[in-house]
Every structure is written in C-alpha cells, then in structure tokens.
C-alpha cells in the first residue's frame, strides 16, 4: 500500500522566519512525482511546488523549496521568509505513474504577525 | 477558460436518497479523479479515470460509481446515500505527468 505520513498536525512560524514541513512516503515504486498543496480556508487546493523522483535536484519556487531525499523516502517543504498569506493547510501528495494520487493527512500553518 | 468546475457547491440529502454530483473541465485533459476530504483524514481517492470510457477504484470506492463517457465531463454518483458519505468532494483533472487542477470542491451533508 503506497502511504503518506505528515507528522506534524500543527506548525507555526513568526512572519518573515523559516519554516520546514516534513513529509515522508512509502512507495515500492521506482517512478513517481512528489506534490505540495495549499489549501486556505477557501478550500481550494493550490499546487505550491512538485518533484520528480527522478530528479536529484531540489525543487524550488520563489520562497518555497523542498529537501528531497530519495533512498530515505523523505520530501519535506521549506518556506523562506513566511508572509501572512501563506497560512493555511499544506498537503503532502505522492503520485504513481498512472492517476493514482495518495495524500497526506496535511500540516496545519500558522503564521504569526 | 474556467478549468475545472463542480456543481452544486453545496448539497444536504437524506440518507436513501440519490444525486450526481458534476464534474467538468475545458483543458483537455485526459485524467479525471474524484476524492473526499474529511476532517483528519487528508484527501482519499475515490475513483480515477485515464480517459474517456476507461475508470477504475481508488481507496474508498464502496458506495459511488463513475462514467466517463466524454473527455470534459466526470460524474460522481451515490446511489444510495449514507451520513458516512458527509464530506467535502473535490474533482481533479490533469495530464499525464503533469500538475492536478482541483475543482472548487462540493460540501454535502447526508442526515
């Protein structure tokens, strides 16, 4: 069974600070993507940055980045230089090579004025 | 270009009782899936379609059927509705390799 674990329900970051959410994975599969979404109270689900695993090169978009550390099934997100509009829930997604995209139960994030 | 549209936002039924919820989009793309999002549980996959005329089950398929019998378009169907079945339904397309673009979701609440 392919499973995504977030392990941190909730997380908080002062506005302006770093912040890093882990995410881990458990895949037999040797091809596959590895997603961030953001969800804010609207509930609409925005990709924030996506990863191939075939890549050894970090992803980056603007502030966000992602540590991805294949042989240990580890993809974890770092926001650099938190604003305020980026509370909200954050998902961790793993996708095979067919449509099959398994989710994470998401990281709650607070950003503090 | 609206991208991936649902309706109704929001639905109340009661138990017994059937609908559709909609799905649409005008992107083109060949992969649909619809999943339920409930409180502590992320984002679980219901059913997925690669493309017109071809679905298959996801984790948690008991209770809802699908067709796809056109690109755009991915009905989600509860035959017999359930109060387990009370979730916030979202519809995703995309193309192979690609991003998923998520609808806006539907709340339905089944008493």
């Known amino acids: 069974a392919q499973t995504v674990t977030q392990s941190q329900p909730e997380m908080s970051v002062q506005e302006a600070e770093t912040v890093t959410l882990s995410c881990t994975y458990d895949?037999?599969?040797?091809?596959?993507?590895l997603f961030w979404y953001k969800q804010p109270p609207s509930r609409q689900m925005i990709l924030v940055i996506r990863?191939?695993?075939?890549?050894?090169q970090n992803a980056t978009e603007n502030r966000f980045s992602v540590n991805f550390q294949k042989a240990a099934k580890s993809f974890s997100l770092k926001i650099s230089d938190s604003q305020l509009g980026d509370a909200a829930m954050y998902f961790c997604?793993?996708?095979?090579?067919?449509?099959?995209?398994?989710f994470g139960t998401g990281t709650s994030l607070t950003v503090i004025p | 270009n609206a991208g991936v549209t649902q309706t109704p936002k929001f639905q109340v039924l009661k138990t017994g009782q059937s609908m559709t919820l909609q799905c649409a989009q005008d992107m083109n793309h060949e992969y649909m899936s619809w999943y339920r999002q409930d409180p502590g549980m992320g984002l679980r996959l219901i059913h997925y379609s690669v493309g017109a005329g071809i679905t298959d089950q996801g984790e948690v398929p008991n209770g809802y059927n699908v067709s796809r019998s056109t690109t755009e378009d991915f009905p989600l169907r509860l035959l017999s509705a359930a109060p387990s079945q009370t979730s916030v339904y979202f519809c995703?397309?995309?193309?192979?390799?690609?991003?998923?673009?998520f609808g806006p979701g539907t709340r339905l609440l089944v008493l």
């Open positions: 995703a397309s995309s193309t192979p390799g690609q991003t998923q673009y």
């Open positions: 895949t037999s599969e040797s091809d596959y993507y």
């Open positions: 990863q191939e695993a075939y890549k050894q």
């Open positions: 997604a793993y996708r095979l090579t067919g449509n099959q995209f398994y």
